[in-house]
């Protein structure tokens, strides 16, 4: 059996926050806040490295914690590792709790607080 791609479960978590759009950036679906200004995730699926991933903003520090607790799930990205984003590999079973947690986070980097308050008067 072949496993689905979560690509439109990415989406669907990406696409519920504030004022988010999408489009296709270096290849790859990509999603951004702020009127397509900032991106804060993007699906790179299987190009980069062979396994299949998503990269994210982070919030300082979260990239190197969480990359060492557990390397498996978690890695610097190329190109943008530098500043302090996170990838996400997705080649396993994957708790999407905690990726929508870390799409939150990573929204909340790049939001506007106008946006960042919406989404908190939403919970």
């Avoid at 689905?4 to 519920?16: E, F, G």
């Avoid at 500043?83 to 996400?88: D, E, K, T």
Wanted: hydrophobic share 40%.
């Amino acid at each position: 059996m072949t496993r689905s791609t979560p690509l439109p479960r990415l989406r669907k978590t990406c696409l519920a926050l504030p004022g988010v759009t999408e489009k296709v950036s270096h290849g790859s679906p990509s999603w951004f806040a702020r009127g397509d200004k900032a991106m804060f995730v993007s699906f790179v699926g299987e190009h980069h490295g062979g396994r299949l991933a998503f990269w994210c903003a982070a919030p300082p520090g979260a990239q190197e914690e969480m990359v060492a607790e557990d390397p498996d799930r978690f890695f610097r990205p190329p190109y943008v590792g530098h500043r302090g984003w996170l990838g996400v590999y997705l080649d396993r079973e994957n708790d999407w709790a905690e990726i929508a947690e870390i799409v939150d986070q990573a929204f909340r980097v790049v939001a506007a607080k106008r946006s960042i308050a919406e989404l908190d008067a939403r919970a």
